[in-house]
């Protein structure tokens, strides 16, 4: 059975910095696991890679899909899948590095595939309709999922009731149908900072996306026509920059709401990856972190060799 390093951990902690670092060490590719990375076009808001970093690294599932187009898990899960297969095929170690939890769960896992996919007209009527009323709708169809999904959490729900309304089956009976496992073991690290510390670079990140140019780039997605509905545009730092565009905030309140919702995104994965299986966790900055992975990586490699 082949190992693959997934590194995980919250948004800003550091995982990209270091994948770079330990792919250099490793002669090995990248493959990112980050949800709003696919879209092209989203550069700033969504902290790509440098464009130098993919010279010298090969990174790969990222600017694959417009923001116009419909991707979720299984569609990840499909091509990434493919990828590390093709990077093994090529006698290189790939290493998965993101902080998307429920695509790593499907990479890994697998995830399920609809016999019949929701229509644009049923996915623009759940748009148009209030989070309250989605929701009081999938507890009546669905609730199971709707106990696990936060009240307000409208993608999320809208996506369930899509589920249910195409198939005739709730989200909850398709999750809990076996899935083909990948043909890989995952090896869980996680990455952690000091609460004070993961804040700050938060604030700092943040700060530097608008000096960057994140207002520039989201008035060049909606001159190219993205509409804000667009799941896409939900990511944090376009929702609150298209709120000040529109008027709705000021340019420090925008600042501030990104800021606070990214501490909140930050909580959430934290949680989640605590829950990975086998994960082992290192605290940063840790100048030794480098040298620690790659022994750790060495180690499982060569046992796996061993044993088989």
């Known amino acids: 059975m082949r190992i693959v390093p997934i590194i995980v951990g919250p948004t800003a902690v550091g995982k990209s910095e270091l994948a770079f670092e330990l792919a250099q060490r490793l002669g090995s590719e990248i493959v990112s696991a980050d949800a709003r990375q696919i879209y092209k076009f989203m550069d700033i808001g969504t902290a790509k890679p440098p464009k130098e970093w993919l010279q010298i690294v090969p990174h790969h599932m990222i600017d694959i899909v417009t923001p116009d187009v419909d991707f979720n898990a299984w569609h990840y ?8 297969d093709d990077i093994f095929a090529r006698n290189k170690l790939p290493i998965v590095v993101g902080g998307s939890g429920l695509y790593i ?3 890994v896992e697998g995830f399920f595939e609809l016999p019949v996919q929701p229509t644009p007209e049923l ?4 748009r148009a309709t209030p989070t309250e009323l989605l929701y009081e709708e999938l507890k009546k169809v ?3 999922t709707a106990n696990r999904l936060a009240p307000r959490d409208k993608h999320r729900i809208a996506r369930a009731l899509e589920v249910y309304y195409a198939t005739g089956k709730p989200i909850s009976y398709w ?4 899935h083909r496992r990948a043909s890989f073991t995952p090896l869980y690290i996680g990455l952690i900072r000091e609460r004070r510390s993961l804040y700050e670079r938060i604030n ?8 960057q140019g994140l207002v520039e780039e989201v008035k060049h997605l909606l001159s190219l026509g993205y509409s804000r509905d667009l799941n896409a545009l939900q990511t944090i730092g376009y929702k609150e920059v298209i709120d000040y565009l529109e008027g709705k905030l000021t340019l420090d309140e925008a600042k501030r709401l990104i800021k606070k919702h990214t501490r909140m995104l930050a909580r959430r994965q934290i949680q989640w990856f605590k ?4 994960i ?3 605290t940063l900055p840790d100048a030794e972190v480098i040298d620690k992975l790659y022994k750790k990586i060495t180690h499982h490699i060569t046992f796996t060799e061993v044993v088989r």
């Open 175 to 178: 999750q809990s149908l076996p």
């Open 142 to 144: 669905d609730p199971i």
């Open 105 to 107: 769960k499907a990479l």
């Open 204 to 211: 700092i990140r943040v700060d530097k996306m608008f000096e």
């Open 77 to 84: 899960a499909c091509m990434a899948r493919k990828v590390i």
């Open 275 to 278: 829950k990975l299986p086998n």
């Open 280 to 282: 082992e966790w290192y």
């Open 123 to 126: 996915r623009n009527r759940l």
